[in-house]
């Protein structure tokens, strides 16, 4: 599987990203889809997941209202807008898949991750 996440950048707090992560190797259509993060000492953590027909979403308390995830089946890619970026949205920005459904993404014990990407809030 290939999972590469582009998007991230610098931005005052107050201030919106778009991630995108595009997947390869696998039938995108048939997983759910995860995006996750890791600040500098931190344990890595799930931020947003939505389900193979996009129909689902589930997210983390800290970013819901703030965080929408979606996905384009016809380019086998998952977003994530972020709005109303605070300092501590500052990490490393992945993506992961699951086959068993949306509840499994809410994990971090995946056997490998690809290139995330950077997000920085400044105050």
């Known amino acids: 599987v290939q999972l590469q996440a582009c998007g991230g950048g610098l931005v005052q707090a107050g201030g919106s990203l778009r991630l995108a992560c595009s997947v390869s190797g696998i039938i995108f259509r048939n997983r759910s889809m995860g995006w996750y993060r890791q600040a500098p000492g931190k344990q890595r953590e799930f931020v947003a997941g939505?389900?193979?027909?996009?129909?689902?979403?589930n997210y983390a308390d800290s970013v819901k209202g703030r965080f929408t995830v979606s996905r384009d089946n016809a380019k086998n890619t998952v977003y994530l807008q972020m709005n109303s970026l605070k300092p501590e949205d500052t990490a490393v920005y992945y993506c992961n898949s699951d086959a068993r459904g949306i509840r499994w993404l809410i994990r971090t014990d995946f056997a490998s991750w690809g290139q995330g990407t950077q997000v920085t809030v400044s105050s």
């Open positions: 939505i389900s193979n027909s996009g129909v689902s979403r």
